[in-house]
Structure formats: C-alpha cells, structure tokens
C-alpha cells in the first residue's frame, strides 16, 4: 500500500498542473500575459505549469466545473459557482476593483445612457460579470435588454471594442483590466460614456484535488510572483494593485450575479 501511495504521489507530481485563465482576452494576450507567472510558479513548484482557457466564457465555466483546471483565474460570481459545483477553494485576488466600461467611438454623438435607446452594444460574453453589471445600470435608468437596445456577443473585450471603432456597433461593453491592456492607439479611439461601481476582480482558487499543503505552495508561489520586478511589471501593465487575500465569505456578495450566470449557462445546455 505505501508503495501504491508512493506511485500515485510521484504520477501527480509528473503532472503538470493546469492553470485554467478566464477568457476575457485572446489566447494570444492570455499566454503572452500569464506565461512569465506560470513561469514562476514552475520554478517555485518544481512542477510543469501550463496555461488552458476556453475560446467562450460558457465553455470555461464548463470546464471549471468539471474540475479540468488545477488552479483557475476567473471572475467572482463564477468563482461563487467554482466552489459551489466543484468544491474550489480562494486563494487570492487581485488588489484592484475592477468596474464595467461602457464606451462609444471618440466622435460618437452619444453622452448619456438615454441615447443608447435603439442601438446596439457589442460585448464579450453575456456571462461576463461588467456585462450584467452594465444591464443592471441600463435598466437602472429605464432601459430594457432586448427591447429598448439590442446586444451582440463577441468572445472577447478587443473583438467588442473593435466593433465599435470599425462603425458595426454603437457601444461596447468592456472590463477596466482588458481596456487597461489594449494598444494605446486603439483607446484613443474610444471614449468611456459610462462606468459601474467598482467590483472585485478576478480571483484565483485551487482545486479540492490538490492537497492544502499543494494549495499552500501555489498561494506562496503567486505571492512571490508578485515581489519579484517582473511581477511587479505583470501588476503594474494589467493595473492589478497586487495580489490579496480571497475569502469564500467574499464570494457570498456575488450570488445574485452567479445566480443570473447560472440561469443562462443552464439555457445555453451546460
């Protein structure tokens, strides 16, 4: 039996662990964006790191759910949900509160919320959680989802944003974190017509599968990304504020958003 044990133990060590990343930007931004903390991690760990994601917020949560990441970096009502139908734990979270933008071309005759009645918005994903912060502060000010302005999907917050600059919608919903990664020129045609309140930001957690001690180790490793220069550099780029502790009790203000997440993840059949 301690032989078994012994085996098992150094199968899962030969293992790489999976970091599963939230899908709000491209694969490729992902992997340029995360590769020097997986990296890190590698070295921390002594163990292969590789990056996963999903090409839609629906099949990421899926694979969530179905425990496919070791450790996941995803939004907080979905993290609600990770714990909830996966038993995943909260490790850590970026410092800085994200918000939802709500922007327009640079020339855009539009200045306020009322004018987006009968236009279209272009998003990432309607699970996105600036997305259903952003139809919370439509219909706020008597705007109704589908019936007073239309939505349009589009995988990610660049292809959203591209959307608009290219004139094939009026409006396009982004979070503060991807616009903050966008070229520089390609803000400078946008304007922010509107922001959400501010929201926690993404979160990672560690699957039940790995031991707390495993668990522990990560959590170290992430903290220790986050002295070095490099990873300073990694905060500084995404405006991340750092990394800070993420409780479960955190999680709780999110059910409302995980609630209406879940609704629509079950009506698209996951």
Known sequence: MLALLALQTAHAADRPLVLGVFPNMTVKQIVETYRPLADSLE????????????????????????????????APHL????????????????????????????????????????????????LALVVLAIHAQL??????????????????????AMQVVNGRADAAVLGLHPYNLMQPELRRQLRVLAETPSLSSLMFLAHP?????????????????????QGQAFIQRGGYGG??????????????YALQAQTLLRAAGR
Not at 219 to 224: Q, V
Not at 243 to 256: D, N, T
């Open 139 to 160: 219909g706020a000010h008597g705007l109704r989802r589908d019936q007073d302005y239309r939505t349009l999907d589009f995988s990610t917050h660049l292809n959203a």
């Open 209 to 229: 599968r790995l031991r707390d001690a495993e668990a522990q180790a990560i959590r170290m490793g992430l903290l220790r990304f986050a002295a070095t220069s």
């Open 79 to 126: 993290a609600f949900l990770a714990r909830q139908e996966a038993g995943y734990r909260p490790l850590l979270k970026y410092a800085q509160p994200v918000r939802g933008l709500l922007v327009v071309r640079h020339d855009a005759p539009l200045r306020d919320l009322s004018d987006l009645r009968g236009r279209t918005l272009a998003t990432a994903d309607p």
């Open 243 to 256: 990394l800070v502790e993420a409780s479960g009790r955190e999680l709780e203000s999110f059910r409302p």
């Open 43 to 74: 070295k921390h760990l002594q163990r292969r790191v590789v990056i996963y994601s999903a090409r839609d917020f629906k099949i990421f949560a899926g694979r969530t759910y179905r425990g496919e990441y070791d450790i996941v970096l995803t």
